[in-house]
């Protein structure tokens, strides 16, 4: 119950607005406001930053999840 209590506070704001960055195209926007919420805790935050990385969405910081895997076997 917290942790619902805890999510529907300003940061439950953030994550309203990544989703619109995301329904709009603004896929950097979205994967850099989900990044910043992830790294505070928050779950589905970090499984939406990693699905945009995961389907190659967000080339945000300069990087594809294609250059993230060929970086891994390397």
């Not at 950097?28 to 589905?44: I, K, M, N, R, S």
Request: hydrophobic share 40%; aromatic share 12%.
């Amino acid at each position: 119950m917290f942790k619902n209590v805890a999510e529907r506070g300003k940061w439950g704001e953030k994550l309203m607005e990544a989703h619109i960055h995301y329904r709009e195209g603004r896929l950097d926007e979205a994967f850099l406001t989900y990044t910043l919420l992830a790294e505070l805790g928050y779950e589905v935050a970090q499984s939406n930053a990693a699905f945009l990385l995961d389907k190659g969405m967000s080339l945000e910081f300069g990087f594809s999840c294609s250059r993230v895997k060929q970086s891994r076997t390397a």
